[in-house]
């Protein structure tokens, strides 16, 4: 496993979260969409992590997790996000009965 | 030895009279009237016996120089004020405060029963004080101060009687029309400031007067202070604002509309002094006119012209203040021509007889409207019966006027046609000719409308006075003109106002004696030729010497002179009223005098006037468009308020700029406005609400700066 | 630190009490009382600091200096720093004068009392705080917190197209202030030590030289100008005048002409002629040329007005021309600039402050009575309304120059000292005279004189209250005309130090050269 075909993955996935985010209609499909990306975005921190931190620094303190605790916080961030998410999604829901986002533009007045 | 405080008491009398009156008798005791007025006199009088005792120090020799105290300081820009006490002076504040008093006792009558006669009396108080205070000035920014202090009680007098329109215009017109010229002379001012330095290098102030007169000097080392161009520029400016304050052709036209005011104002303000302040002031710089004979010749040139021109026009006007004023416009204009041609003494000299005369003649008028109702002379005749006194004293006042031996104004008006016949001063001999001829002219229109205007008010038949006028007016469907009114009494008016004028027509007739004739050595201690020397006294710098008297020109003035009187005779006080039918009326009625004159019908109010003679057509009509253009007054006020003011000005010029300001400068703050509104509208219409929008135009973003990284920005970083 | 408190009292009085009345006065009468109160405390103040000048020779140009360090942060040396000179102390005394003048004349205002004079009384402050402060920051802050007020009483008091003369008069002032914060920002940064303090750089040979500028001086001095030109205002930003003025509720238009226009020439004379001697001496001509401009386009565009109100703004234009006219004659010969000039532009400010006080205080007056301002339709009111209409008339030949009048005075300073400089446009400016007479008695003839009209019959003259800021303004106007000595004196022991700068600043280049 080379770093380039992690960072290939993460990339479709990046690419699949965007394009669900961007084109689907339903609130929900764009918050799944949202998690996708977020979780590229872990594989792309871990990646680096294991392959690119430094060797010397590595040597001195057995091993380095700086990227795998980011991926940690993005998890417990984006569990926050979509706990908030959802419970908009739900006042939406109760106001509008929908939860198509194209009709949800009254902040734009 | 006259102290200084005396002299400055002349100045405050009536400066403290304005403020008692203003201050306390006009908010407080107004319920009794004529007080403001006997408070006036009171003060007057005071000012009258201080004036004189000045004169006479002044005739004796004495000392009268007093240091100037100063009023602002700043640097270079020191403005000090001060009395100049010399010969010209002390005449100025003798025939003010002289003049002043006698009208203020005549107004006591004429203004018994106007409710605003404490106003009428602050007023001339603070007319007389600034009139005071203009010719005691020794600073010319002083001077300046006073001379626009009397245009303010010019304009305050001549729109007394403010809820007529027409008297808040003619208050207007002269403010404003003096004010072209007083330009000129604030102008002059600023000059003279500007040449401070090159003052200051001689130990000069470049304000105080006497300084300016020695400026004007040629220097022991060659030319002077102020000489040249400049010197003529500055003489240009004074003589600009002396021809606006005295109706100098071509800003005279306020004059005759300034009679829109109590007639006693016309009397002081509008005869005998305000106006004479022009004369004066160009009599003040007379060392510096000496000086610039280029500014000499455009006032005698000026003076000559407006002699002549407001002359003609007098002819034809049918208000008897109209008559006047255009005389007295006439009358300064010889003085100006006298200063012209170096004829100092004697231009002082007929100012100093005109104030009498001239004041005397309008104060006939208003004993005349007084009886008559009106000032239209159309609608008088015959008053001599039944106002002897006043048509006597008219009689002395225009015949001193005409210039008829032995009264005062032959004797002045003859000095100055004899300095123009001899042209021996600094101006062109041709000129000085050319102003002869004029100045002849005028005197033989003077001589006819004069007696033109007493044969009209005074001879044949009453022909119904104010009250006629009215009901003409109000049958021709024109609306009444003001100052007229239907109360006709036809009688002598009260004493209060005939005294006045006695006193008046004594001046007029003998103030001659003070000057010039020959035969009279040794008169009530004066001495002969006493006015002149004793005024020629006054130039320290520069000379001016009156020319004796002259047979050939005496000659020539009076034959003139009779001759106008003759005409008028035969034209005015020829035609028996009873002789003059409605034929004659007809016959003499041209197409022009039909809507010029606007004649009565006679045929529709003959039963009614059964007893009144009948209206006369004007004889001078039958010349037709002549009459129309003197009339019109040469359509000199169409020129300037109709075509320049009204249309050039107001409508065109102030209307487009206004029209600029509001759509192009204000235009482009409001277009800037609406721009930027504009583009935000625009910008707007992206934000859609839709967040998924948003989020592809930041992900096209993110593309666009990365595809670009990778394109050009190979280099960044490294 | 020094701290002798009678500046900060007469600045801080008016807010104190706008304090006051948003938290303990109650009922409109006692809010109208306690704030005619306040202006009365505030105008005695004012002239104790007028009176407290040292005018002698070798006195301290700064007095009453109340200094309390407030930044001193290495990079932003800021103090509260109050003191008032020959230019300033009368303009702190023309304040405190229409403040009262304004107080009284909004003694009509029936609709949210309290608010009105809570905004006025700021405005107030504010103005003072324009006049006082020695700090750069201090003096932006104040300059920017007069707005509010004066938006909120336009918008809220004033009459026609209120909302949108006070957004104009908003967004014109902000532009203004925008340049001069930048200019502000540069100054500071420009010098060794950093520091807001006005006073270093008023000193011949400042720090303000061409070498430790961080903008080019001359771009430095025309952003101030921007400033400065817009409050003024000057031909061609002047169109918020107009109709600010003619919207304005009476008190707002006093305040607004009489003392807020006077901010902008105090700036000039301040900054711009104070700070920048060299720049000033060079671009004289175009200052004398915008000032020209400003005096006859005024005057003709007055002329076509017929709205009492818009014809007085538009007259204010052409008066506050004069003050650039004045500031031209720096133009004259290196080294032979005399305080004339200057002088009578200081003179300019205090008199066309009393003059168009009176004038708006009177206009006021026959607007709440004859509920119009369109001149065709009065007239007859001089027999209606004397006391009224003799102070409109006082004011009226006060503004169009009539000696023994104050009007006068700055005048012919201002002519004298330009023509040194620049004959031809001091010739050009006095013609403004004869246009000043032509629209001043046209107005009065129009309004005042003429038949009496019938629905003018019950018409009520000035009540003695209501004659009290009308007495106040003419006997200044008279004293100003008759005695000018009063003011000239103080304000030239400042004008002297700031033509002895110009007159230092350009022998000295002459030198180098």
């Known amino acids: 496993m080379s770093l380039e075909s992690m960072l290939i993955v993460a990339a479709i996935l990046f690419a699949i979260g965007l394009y669900g985010a961007l084109a689907r209609s339903n609130v929900i499909a764009v918050l799944m969409s949202i998690e996708i990306m977020f979780n590229a975005v872990n594989l792309t921190v871990v990646a680096f992590a294991r392959y690119v931190a430094p060797l010397a620094l590595r040597e001195e303190i057995g091993s380095v997790l700086t990227g795998q605790v980011f991926a940690i916080f993005v998890i417990t961030v984006a569990a926050a996000e979509i706990a908030l998410g959802l419970g908009i999604v739900f006042a939406m829901y109760r106001n509008t009965e929908s939860v198509t986002l194209t009709e949800a533009s009254q902040l734009r007045h | 030895m006259v102290a200084e405080s005396l002299a400055w008491a002349i100045f405050l009398m009536p400066l403290l009279s304005f403020l008692l009156i203003s201050l ?72 003010v405060t002289g003049v002043s008093l006698l009208v203020q006792i005549y107004s006591l009558g004429y203004m018994k029963d106007d409710p605003g006669i404490s106003r009428y009396f602050a007023y001339m108080s603070l007319f007389t004080a600034s009139m005071l205070g203009l010719v005691l000035s020794a600073n010319i920014v002083q001077l300046y101060a006073f001379w626009e202090l009397v245009g303010l009680s010019s304009y305050l007098l001549i729109g007394f009687w403010h809820d007529r329109p027409s008297a808040a215009a003619a208050a207007k017109k002269a403010f404003i029309i003096t004010r072209i010229g007083d330009v000129g002379f604030l102008l002059a001012i600023i000059y003279l400031f500007y040449h401070g330095p090159q003052f200051a290098a001689q130990g000069l102030n470049p304000l105080h007067i006497p300084d300016i007169w020695q400026a004007a000097q040629p220097l022991a080392t060659g030319g002077a202070v102020l000489g040249g161009t400049a010197l003529t520029l500055v003489c240009l400016g004074i003589f600009a604002g002396a021809a606006g304050k005295s109706g100098q052709f071509p800003l005279h036209s306020w004059l005759p509309d300034a009679m829109e005011g109590p007639t006693p104002v016309s009397a002081l303000i509008h005869a005998a002094t305000m106006v004479a302040a022009g004369v004066f002031l160009v009599a003040r710089f007379f060392p510096l006119f000496q000086e610039a004979r280029d500014a000499m010749m455009v006032v005698a040139l000026v003076g000559g012209f407006t002699a002549f021109a407001a002359a003609t026009l007098g002819l034809v006007m049918d208000d008897i203040k109209r008559v006047m004023a255009y005389s007295t416009i006439s009358q300064l204009g010889y003085m100006m021509a006298a200063l012209g041609l170096g004829a100092f003494g004697p231009a002082l000299f007929h100012l100093f007889t005109h104030a009498f005369f001239k004041a005397l003649l309008f104060l006939g008028a208003g004993s005349v409207n007084h009886a008559a109702g009106t000032f239209n002379m159309r609608y008088m005749g015959g008053l001599r019966r039944q106002m002897p006194w006043t048509y006597a004293l008219l009689l002395v006042g225009g015949l001193s006027l005409v210039g008829i031996v032995p009264l005062a104004g032959f004797w002045s008006k003859d000095e100055i046609i004899t300095a123009a016949w001899l042209g021996e001063g600094p101006v062109d001999p041709r000129v000085a000719l050319a102003v002869f001829v004029l100045l002849v002219a005028a005197a033989l229109l003077t001589a006819f409308y004069t007696f033109r205007m007493i044969f009209l008010t005074f001879h044949g038949d009453f022909r119904g006075g104010g009250a006629r006028e009215l009901q003409d007016a109000e049958a021709e469907g024109i609306p009444a003109p003001t100052a007229v009114t239907d109360e006709v009494h036809l009688a002598e008016s009260p004493r209060v106002m005939v005294a006045p004028m006695l006193v008046l027509a004594i001046a007029a007739a003998l103030a001659g004696y003070l000057a010039n004739p020959q035969w009279v050595k040794e008169l009530l201690g004066i001495p002969g030729h006493w006015f002149s020397y004793y005024v020629e006294s006054a130039l320290t710098y520069g000379h001016a010497e009156t020319a004796p008297f002259n047979w050939p020109v005496a000659v020539i003035s009076t034959v003139v002179a009779l001759a106008g009187i003759g005409l008028a005779w035969l034209v005015y006080a020829q035609r028996r009223p009873s002789a003059d039918t409605g034929e004659v009326l007809e016959t003499a009625r041209s197409p022009e005098t039909d809507e010029t004159q606007g004649s009565a019908d006679e045929t529709a109010h003959g039963h009614e006037h059964a007893a009144l003679a009948p209206l006369r057509s004007e004889p001078l009509a039958k010349a037709g468009p002549v009459h129309t253009l003197l009339y019109r007054k040469y359509f000199i006020d169409e020129l300037y308020e109709g075509l320049v003011v009204k249309h050039v000005f107001y409508r065109y010029f102030a209307g487009l700029t206004d029209w600029l300001d509001r759509n192009l400068v204000d235009g482009i703050v409001d277009l800037s406005a609406w721009l930027t509104r504009q583009i935000g509208r625009l910008v707007a219409q992206l934000q859609t609400g839709q967040v998924q929008f948003y989020g592809a135009v930041i992900v096209m973003g993110a593309v666009l700066i990365l595809v670009g990284y990778l394109a050009f920005g190979a280099g960044i970083g490294e | 630190m020094t701290f002798p408190g009678l500046l900060t009292l007469t600045v801080f009085l008016p807010a104190l009490a706008a304090l006051a009345i948003l938290v303990f006065v109650r009922g409109d009468r006692m809010v109208r009382g306690f704030a005619l109160a306040v202006g009365l405390a505030d105008l005695l103040l004012s002239v104790a600091v007028f009176l407290a000048l040292d005018r002698g020779e070798g006195a301290a140009r700064f007095q009453l200096v109340d200094r309390i360090t407030w930044i001193s942060a290495e990079t932003l040396n800021a103090s509260y720093f109050l003191g008032v000179d020959g230019l300033s102390a009368p303009m702190v005394l023309l304040t405190g004068l229409l403040g009262f003048c304004a ?254 006080g009176l004038l708006f205080v009177g206009v006021g007056l026959i607007y709440e009575k004859a509920h119009t301002r369109y001149i065709p339709d009065l007239g007859g009111l001089a027999a209606r309304m004397p006391v009224a209409a003799a102070a409109l008339a006082i004011a009226g030949f006060a503004s169009l120059g009539l000696p023994g009048l104050s009007g006068f005075v700055s005048e012919i300073l201002v002519f004298f000292g330009a023509f040194r400089a620049f004959p031809i446009m001091t010739i050009l400016s006095v013609l403004g005279i004869i246009l000043a007479a032509g629209y001043i008695l046209w107005m009065l003839e129009r309004s005042l004189f003429g038949p009496q009209r019938e629905r003018f019959a019950d018409l009520t003259d000035a009540s003695p209250l209501e004659a009290v800021p009308l007495a106040l303004l003419v006997a200044s106007i008279i004293l100003v005309g008759i005695y000018p000595a009063f003011l000239t004196e103080v304000f030239d022991t400042a004008i002297t130090r700031m033509v002895d700068v110009i007159n230092v600043q350009a022998t000295g280049l002459a030198g180098v050269r």
């Open chain 3, 103 to 356: 107080i009284i004349a909004s003694w009509s205002i029936r609709e949210r009392v309290r608010e009105y004079f809570i905004w006025l009384l700021l405005l107030q402050k504010a103005v003072m705080g324009v006049f006082t402060s020695l700090d750069f920051l201090l003096f932006f802050l104040f300059w920017e917190l007069e707005l509010l007020p004066m938006y909120m009483l336009i918008a809220n008091w004033g009459t026609g197209r209120k909302t949108y003369s006070a957004m104009k008069f908003l967004i014109f002032t902000i532009l203004g202030s925008a340049f001069m914060l930048v200019a502000i920002v540069a100054v500071a940064a420009s010098q060794a030590a950093v520091s807001f303090d006005m006073t270093l750089l008023l000193e011949p040979g400042s720090m303000l030289n061409g070498a430790s500028a961080a903008l080019p001086l001359s771009l430095l001095f025309w952003l101030f100008f921007a400033a400065f030109a817009v409050k003024l205002p000057t031909w061609p930003v002047h169109t918020w005048l107009p109709d600010a003025h003619t919207d304005a509720p009476t008190a707002a238009s006093v305040m607004l002409a009489g003392v807020m226009l006077k901010m902008g020439g105090y700036g000039l004379l301040r900054v711009n002629v104070g700070m920048f001697p060299g720049e000033v001496t060079a671009f004289a001509w175009l200052l004398i040329l915008l000032g020209v401009i400003s005096v006859l386009y005024g005057a003709v565009v007055t002329i076509r007005q017929t709205d009492l109100k818009r014809l007085i703004a538009y007259s204010s234009v052409s008066h506050m021309g004069l003050v650039l006219v004045g500031i031209g004659s720096v133009g004259a010969a290196a080294g032979q600039v005399t305080g004339a000039g200057l002088n009578g532009a200081a003179l300019q400010l205090f008199t066309h402050g009393t003059i168009t």
């Open chain 2, 24 to 95: 306390v008798i006009r908010p407080f005791l107004n319920r009794i009237p004529q007080l403001s007025g006997y408070l006036l006199i009171a003060a007057l009088v005071v000012a009258l016996v201080l004036s004189v005792l000045v004169l006479v120090r002044s005739n004796e020799g004495a000392d009268l120089a007093f240091p100037a105290h100063t009023w602002l300081d700043l640097g270079d820009a020191a403005i000090q004020i001060g009395l100049l006490l010399d010969p010209v002076t002390c005449i100025m504040v003798v025939v």
